[in-house]
């Protein structure tokens, strides 16, 4: 393989996590609220491409959940689909922040 060919591998993977936020209706970076395997909601700094509290898995992402106090799968939320309690619960928690 090719220099350019891995370079242009490297660049079509870190479009795919914004492109498919794009196409689910999703801002491409920022505060996201999200839910843990256990149904928690809570706010996330959510940076296609990169990991820094989490581990990634395509869509998917491995971390730390402050509601529950426990390490989960998290995947983003649409607010739209939370009723108005599960939406302002959701953005008053928020996991670590970054220093």
């Known amino acids: 393989m090719g220099r350019s060919n891995r370079k242009l591998l490297i660049l079509l993977a870190f ?4 492109v498919a936020m794009l196409l689910r209706g999703f801002p491409v970076g920022g505060n996201l609220v999200v839910r843990c395997r256990q149904g928690h909601l809570f706010t996330t700094l959510w940076i296609p ?4 509290k989490s581990i990634r898995f395509l869509w998917w992402r491995f971390q ?3 509601v529950g106090n426990h390490w989960t799968i998290v995947t983003p ?5 939370l009723n108005r ?6 953005r008053a928690r928020h996991d670590v ?3």
């Open 64 to 66: 730390r959940c402050p």
């Open 15 to 18: 479009l795919v996590e914004p």
């Open 49 to 52: 491409g990169v990991s820094v």
């Open 85 to 90: 309690v599960q939406a302002r619960r959701a």
């Open 97 to 99: 922040p970054l220093p």
């Open 77 to 81: 939320v649409h607010e739209a689909d």
